[in-house]
């Protein structure tokens, strides 16, 4: 029994990363669509879900127990196959993305074997691909349950949303491709590391500065592709009741509710690991007491719901919120006592800190952008975003030239 | 069987049925569909061979965006189940002797082989995007930049023929 835990030890360690990643993947989901309703709610001064629980902090339970719960009907007339395929599919690409992207740069050494945060070997060279292969595929889940589910809205939803994501394909992967001749590389923990070459430099050495205008037709791009508003027109709900999902209930439902969700966080991982240095820290690289900064955004913020957790009005309010304040104000402790631990954690908490900064942007959009119209989207993205992001590559391109041929640079 | 041998013949078989589904499926969008396994299966093919790159744009080119195109057109035009003629009926029994010429052409092929002919995993040059982009962009330039004309050209013709009540 031992030995055979030892000869397929990197499998074991492989299943054991995709089954806890996917538990923490699909929680954050779950508390994305809470933190979703909550900003979008105080954005137009409402309160946003706060009966379940204290905050409403139990409503994502409460969706998925309805959810699971909900009566399944399968329409007339419906393509049987493909209309069970299209949400799986959703499912499975939206998941599969994740499993490339790399978390963290130091792997932790436990029962003698290193493990990297994040599924795929940090060495794979066609980390942004790989990546894009999956999003070209994710446009069957979408397209599919349109055309499947025997509905002239679902149909023209589902149109929309394949004329959509080949149209904003194109600019997303033009508006990267700046990037990655910078790094010389596909590797998504090279183009990482190829930010770091001015350690002294902190957030200036990000691609960020030099790649604004890849950044920003990639965002766009990438909000287009992720069928997010503005850009929600497979899903207009004045126009298609729900578009591509108008027949879809219950747990089908949710498979594309939780893909949606799902790619918003890729997106936001791309964003960062792209153009805002990954899990390179803002500061310079000597300022060695900025370790402590996880600290010091979580035990003032574990102190803060712990003085609001006493005077909630309902009684379990005051019993959960000072325990996970405890919880939360702990963990900043024990990272200020752990000098090992803290330097550990650097890396995912700067990772992880933008991508949560990419996802707040994404909700704001939605409570702040109107819906555009068909024509406009189209010639948003052929017209303007294309062309500049085609701008973007042959200006990088010079760039490079020009250092290669009068600094000598490599 | 080492494990390389297994995902082979799981990816192989998955292309084979996916060709052969392709064309006794009924309806347009089933065979499309059955064409994107074929693309996937031959994707991974080109991984376990060590080709990264070109797995990688073989689904990003064919998987995505190329089947897109087929299935958007497919539902764009609600293409219905395909009727069969007389004269498509007629069809199956020459197809059916080409298919057996074909597969003993084939088979012939590889019993005589030598071990030369057998593909290996790719290493090196000729595997990573640097070794594709030197032969494409430096020993193969010329006829790269003829492709892309020809596409231009192609693209033109398409919009000139889109426009041609506006003209």
Redesign the interface.
Same mark, same amino acid.
């Given at each position: 029994m031992n030995s055979l835990l030892t000869a397929n030890a990197d499998l074991i360690i492989t299943v054991v990363k995709i089954v806890l990643l996917l538990f923490i993947v699909l929680t954050v989901n779950a508390y994305l669509t809470w933190f979703e309703r909550k900003v979008v709610a105080h954005i137009q001064s409402r309160w946003g879900p706060h009966r379940v629980g204290p905050h409403g902090l139990l409503q994502p339970l409460a969706d998925g127990v309805k959810f699971l719960f909900k009566e399944d009907p399968t329409p007339a007339g419906v393509d049987k196959f493909v209309y069970y395929l299209a949400p799986l599919l959703a499912l499975a690409l939206a998941l599969t993305s994740i499993a490339l992207i790399p978390f963290g740069p130091d792997p932790i050494r436990l029962f003698g074997h290193d493990i990297y945060l994040g599924i795929v070997p940090p060495d794979v060279n066609i980390g942004i691909l790989g990546l894009f292969a999956i999003t070209a595929l994710g446009v069957y889940g979408v397209a599919l349950a349109g055309w499947s589910s025997n509905n002239k809205y679902s149909l023209l939803g589902g149109l929309r949303s394949s004329a959509q994501m080949i149209s904003y394909e194109l600019a997303m992967t033009m508006s990267v491709v700046g990037v990655l001749m910078t790094a010389g590389t596909f590797n998504l923990k090279k183009i990482i590391e190829a930010q770091a070459h001015h350690p002294e430099w902190g957030i200036l050495s990000w691609n960020i500065w030099p790649q604004i205008l890849g950044f920003f037709c990639f965002f766009v791009a990438a909000i287009a592709e992720t069928n997010r508003a503005p850009f929600d027109l497979p899903e207009a709900e004045s126009e298609l009741v729900a578009g591509f999902h108008t027949e879809y209930a219950s747990f089908k439902f949710a498979m594309f509710f939780i893909a949606e969700y799902t790619s918003m966080i890729t997106v936001s991982c791309l964003c960062s690991i792209l153009f805002f240095g990954g899990w390179l820290s803002p500061f310079p690289a000597s300022w060695t007491f900025t370790h402590y900064f996880p600290s010091l955004v979580l035990i003032p913020f574990g102190l803060w719901v712990i003085w609001d957790g006493v005077r909630y009005e309902t009684l379990f309010g005051r019993i959960i919120l000072p325990g996970a304040g405890t919880a939360i104000a702990g963990l900043g402790v024990l990272f200020v006592l752990f000098p090992n631990v803290n330097h550990f954690i650097q890396g995912p908490f700067w990772l992880l800190s933008k991508i949560f900064v990419f996802l707040f942007v994404y909700v704001w959009m939605r409570g702040t952008l109107p819906r555009f119209r068909y024509d406009q989207l189209m010639s948003f993205g052929w017209k303007l975003l294309l062309p500049l992001s085609i701008l973007n590559v042959v200006g990088t391109s010079f760039v490079i030239l020009a250092k290669m041929t009068w600094w000598g640079a490599k | 069987m080492t494990a390389p041998l297994v995902v082979f013949f799981v990816l192989a078989g998955l292309a084979v049925i996916g060709a052969v589904s392709l064309i006794l499926q009924e309806?347009p969008?089933?065979s499309a569909?059955s064409l994107?396994v074929v693309m996937?299966a031959l994707?991974g093919l080109y991984l376990l061979l060590g080709a990264? %790159?070109v797995?990688?744009?073989q689904?990003?080119v064919y *998987? *995505?965006?190329i089947m897109? !195109?087929f299935? %958007?057109v497919i539902? !764009?035009l609600?293409a219905g189940v395909e009727e069969h003629t007389s004269l498509s009926k007629m069809a199956g029994a020459p197809g059916l002797l080409l298919v057996v010429a074909l597969g003993g052409f084939v088979a012939a092929t590889i019993a005589k082989s030598t071990e030369s002919v057998q593909a290996a995993p790719q290493t090196g040059e000729i595997a990573?995007?640097t070794g594709i982009s030197n032969m494409l962009f430096k020993d193969f330039v010329y006829p790269f930049e003829l492709t892309s004309f020809l596409i231009l050209v192609a693209v033109l013709g398409a919009v000139v023929l889109a426009q041609r009540e506006k003209l």
């Open positions: - | 309806h969008i089933h569909l994107i996937v994707a990264e %790159f797995a990688a744009v689904i990003i *998987g *995505g965006a897109v !195109l299935v %958007f539902m !764009l609600n990573s995007t």
